[in-house]
């Protein structure tokens, strides 16, 4: 079952912060974070494993909470660069799926 | 990391003809997935190409429509058979190198427009 993400959409000034929150239905064990930027292929940013860790890429964290099946990715002073789709993963089996994605604006 | 050739990397086809996208890696790779990326959603996994083997297809694709192959650990073809509108979607090849749960790696992907 697909993960949900939220919000769909999000539209910040540089500098500014945003939360993008990925929940679903399952237990979860890990959770991916990708980023996707117009025209190019998704790029990893990040996995989370049970046990609720922080981690870091840049400027942009992420946290998992296995208890509520959620993770949160935290994006701190956005970047211009930071502009894309995010979408988060959970594996069932083999099988990555993707959430429905999050779309990030960062505006000067 | 891994790196991935994918091509083409668009195309624009007539309905009721087939394309075929191929996928080489760099080096030997554990698992190769095809999802596909219809316009403005996110990615949907057509099949797991299985090496040496038939590949794996999830709920709503089938081989007729999606056949697959994976002669080896560094390349993978998925055909588009048959095409309609409907089909046109980025194609997108990804692996694992080191096997389940992995992060992925994903080639440039294949824009497909079908007139």
């Known amino acids: 079952q697909q993960p949900v993400q939220s919000p769909q959409a999000v539209i910040l000034r540089e500098g500014e912060d945003a939360v993008i929150n990925c929940s679903s239905s399952k237990a979860l064990y890990s959770v991916h974070w990708y980023r996707q930027k117009h025209g190019e292929a998704p790029v990893f940013l990040m996995i989370l494993l049970k046990g609720g860790e922080q981690k870091g890429h840049e400027k942009i964290s992420a946290s998992f909470n296995e208890k509520k099946q959620q993770s949160s990715l935290y994006l701190t002073a956005s970047q211009l660069s930071y502009s894309g789709t995010y979408f988060c993963g959970t594996y069932a089996g083999n099988m990555l799926t993707f959430g429905g994605g999050t779309r990030l604006m960062v505006k000067p | 990391s891994a790196v991935i050739s994918q091509k083409p990397s668009r195309d624009i086809c007539q309905r009721g003809t087939s394309l075929t996208i191929q996928c080489q890696v760099d080096s030997q790779v554990t698992m190769m997935f095809w999802y596909r990326q219809q316009p403005g959603q996110s990615l949907t996994l057509i099949a797991t190409a299985n090496q040496g083997s038939e590949a794996t297809y999830e709920s709503g694709f089938v081989i007729d429509k999606f056949p697959i192959s994976r002669p080896n650990l560094t390349f993978s073809t998925l055909t588009v058979s048959n095409m309609s509108p409907e089909d046109s979607s980025i194609y997108l090849c990804?692996?694992?190198?080191?096997?389940?749960?992995?992060?992925?790696?994903f080639g440039s992907g294949t824009q497909l427009s079908v007139l």
């Open positions: 990804s692996v694992t190198e080191t096997g389940l749960n992995e992060k992925l790696f």
